[in-house]
Each structure stands twice: as C-alpha cells, then as structure tokens.
C-alpha cells in the first residue's frame, strides 16, 4: 500500500524492518519472498527511490550470504543505469 501511494521513505522504514529479519528464515524463504519485493519495486518510475532501494537490499544482502539474490539485485541494479 505504501509504494502504490508513492510514500516511498515510509515503505523503506517497514522494508528496513522487514530485511533485520533475513536471518531468521531460511535462505530459500527469504529468497522467495525478496524476489517478489524486488520484482515489485522494481516497475517504479523513481529512479531514485530505485537506486535506495536496491543499495539498501545489497548491503541487507551481503551479511546474509544469499549470492544469487544478491546477483539478481544487482543486475536489476546495473539496469538502472
């Protein structure tokens, strides 16, 4: 609800919530569901809530040793540019 209303510093507030629980689920589950958000996120128009986002997800990423999302990212990332 929050990024349909472009309310996109809110929706990284709760997204930051969302990825401090990385750790908690298993590499598979987090996987799925990061996949979705990032998937979602990614049909925004904002550039630069895109490049936040993404550099967010990244560095949630490189503690959680989940190399294929983090690849996935970041070639949704070098799109961008």
């Known amino acids: 609800a929050l ?3 472009s309310r ?3 929706m ?13 689920v298993t590499k598979n589950q987090s ?8 998937d979602f996120v990614s049909g925004s128009p904002d550039m630069d809530f895109l490049e936040k986002f ?3 997800t990244l560095s949630a990423l ?8 983090w ?7 070098a799109k961008l540019w």
């Open 3 to 5: 990024f349909r209303q």
């Open 8 to 10: 996109y510093d809110d």
């Open 12 to 24: 990284m507030k709760r997204y930051q919530e969302l990825l401090a629980y990385l750790h908690v």
């Open 31 to 38: 996987e799925k569901v990061m996949t979705k958000i990032v």
């Open 54 to 56: 993404y550099d967010t």
């Open 62 to 69: 490189k503690d959680s040793q989940n190399e294929r999302l």
């Open 71 to 77: 690849f996935k990212t970041n070639m949704k990332l």
